[in-house]
């Protein structure tokens, strides 16, 4: 068993800055991913970022690329997320995830893959 406890979450205006942190209970195997994933009111849990804890290895949703950025300490167990220029629209509660086994970056984005997830923080942006 893997725990997730994410936090740094809050409301800020639009075009600030947040960044939200994840710390696990204990390092899965290197090879695997650390998601961040987003859930809006009324909306499905949408993919945000992912990092691989060995190398460093990120993908990032396509309305968030060059705007937020992932990151780990592997010695703290927890992986980054750093948001700026944030908008409305990044208004909701973002997760983050992890599982205990390889999986191929390509799937990476599917909530689907992730076997542990944290209790979410909520970010909200004013417009």
């Known amino acids: 068993q893997v725990q997730l406890v994410e936090s740094g979450g809050g409301l800020v205006q639009a075009g600030g800055s947040l960044r939200l942190s994840c710390a696990a209970s204990r390092r899965t195997f290197s090879n695997y991913p650390m998601g961040w994933f987003r859930q809006a009111p009324g909306k499905e849990r949408d993919f945000v970022a992912a990092?691989?804890?060995?190398?460093?290895?990120?993908d990032y949703a396509d309305s968030v690329k060059g705007r937020f950025t992932v990151s780990r300490d592997n010695a703290k167990n927890t992986v980054y997320l750093q948001m700026n220029s944030l908008k409305p629209e990044d208004t909701a509660v973002y997760y983050c995830?992890?599982?205990?086994?390889?999986?191929?970056?390509?799937?990476?984005?599917?909530?689907?893959?992730?076997?542990?997830w944290g209790q979410g923080t909520q970010v909200t942006v004013s417009s």
């Open positions: 995830a992890t599982r205990d086994a390889f999986a191929p970056i390509t799937s990476w984005s599917s909530p689907l893959i992730y076997s542990y």
């Open positions: 990092i691989r804890w060995t190398d460093g290895t990120t």
